[in-house]
Structures are given as structure tokens and as C-alpha cells.
């Protein structure tokens, strides 16, 4: 058992460094920005103890600064558009997008700008930043992956793919609505690809 643990950590260290190197001897962008075609943003509630319900946002923008030399350095941020919220049912969808829950009309986006971004390993890192949501600004860290970075066999041009992992707690920015039935503890999770930024 030990022994097969020590294999599994042994293993993920090579892989690890294999990855650096490749990295490190790229010729990559350090300016990324969001594949719109690529990334999805979504999150899950507890309904009641009934059920799970899954939903996402269809319209996300983002910016990332990241150089392999000097990743601790990288930052992001990103923007959500609350009306682009899409649980698989209209009539839910429209619900909350009222003041009980996004007030899309009075906030239409949501927003994530980081302030420290610390790589454990080549591959995983914890990114802290301010969390935007409801007029309300709080801290929220976020688990990244990377999943892979090289040059899509389509385009011929670099590709970071990437995960993302947090918990937001909606009641803490003011989401109180139906807190005894729907879950107030929100798992989100951020699956996306990084493209050289364009020229604006």
C-alpha cells in the first residue's frame, strides 16, 4: 500500500516536471484571453434535498496575464453577464433573474479580479481574488488546473486548458432567497480554454 503511494506521488512529479519543461521551453503568449467556443461556467444548488439542479452562464469575458516564467506573477479577471444564465428551464431562468435573486436589470454583470495567484505544483495553483456579485465585493479562492498547454492541432496556435473550482456563499453578497430550501454553499466549477489575446 505504501509502496503503491509513493508509485502514484512519484508519478505525478514526473508528470509534473515533464510538464515544466515543456512549458519552459515554449514560446508562448503571456497574454491569454477566454475561448468563448471553449469555457463554461457553471454551478449546482441542493433542492430541497430532493435533487441537484445544474446550471451555467452562456456569456463570460476574460483576461489572463500568465507567464511560464514567472507564474506566481500571472492575474485574471473575468466578467459575467447575469442574464446569460441557463438552468435548462425558462420559467426558472426568468426567476432568477429577478430581485430576489441576480437583479440582472439592476446588476447585469458579475466579476472576478484577482489579487494573489500561488502554484503549488507546474500544474495546480490557488487563485484569490474579489468576487463581485449584487453591488457586494468579497474575497473568493479558487482551485486551478491546468489541464493541458500546447499549440491545437486546428489552429496551430498555443492552448491552456484549464479548471476551476470554488464554493460561493450567495447569502454572504445578499442572495437570501429560499436559503431554507435551496442550498446558500454554491459549488462552482469553470472548464475553459486560454487563446492568445487578440489585438484590440
Not at 512519484?10 to 508562448?28: D, E, H, I, N, Y
Not at 491569454?32 to 461556467?41: A, C, F, G, I
Amino acid at each position: 500500500m505504501i509502496n503503491t503511494k509513493i508509485s502514484t506521488v512519484t508519478k505525478a512529479l514526473l508528470v509534473g516536471s515533464a510538464l515544466a519543461a515543456t512549458m519552459a521551453s515554449a514560446a508562448l503568449p503571456t497574454q491569454w484571453q477566454l475561448d468563448d467556443s471553449h469555457t463554461r461556467v457553471g454551478f449546482s444548488v441542493n433542492h430541497m434535498g430532493f435533487s441537484t439542479t445544474m446550471g451555467h452562464f452562456n456569456d463570460v469575458k476574460g483576461m489572463v496575464n500568465y507567464d511560464i516564467k514567472a507564474p506566481d506573477e500571472a492575474s485574471m479577471n473575468f466578467t459575467i453577464a447575469t442574464d446569460s444564465i441557463d438552468t435548462n428551464w425558462d420559467a426558472r431562468d426568468k426567476h432568477l433573474k429577478t430581485d430576489e435573486f441576480f437583479n440582472v436589470e439592476k446588476y447585469p454583470t458579475m466579476t472576478f479580479k484577482s489579487t494573489q495567484v500561488k502554484f503549488i505544483n507546474p500544474q495546480q495553483a490557488k487563485v484569490t481574488g474579489d468576487f463581485t456579485l449584487l453591488g457586494q465585493t468579497k474575497p473568493l479562492t479558487l482551485d486551478v488546473t491546468l489541464n493541458k498547454i500546447a499549440n491545437s492541432p486546428l489552429t496551430k496556435e498555443p492552448v491552456v486548458g484549464f479548471r476551476a473550482t470554488g464554493t460561493l456563499d450567495r447569502a454572504a453578497y445578499g442572495m437570501t432567497a429560499y436559503a431554507d430550501g435551496i442550498t446558500t454553499n454554491v459549488p462552482i466549477q469553470i472548464d475553459g480554454e486560454l487563446v492568445k489575446k487578440t489585438s484590440e
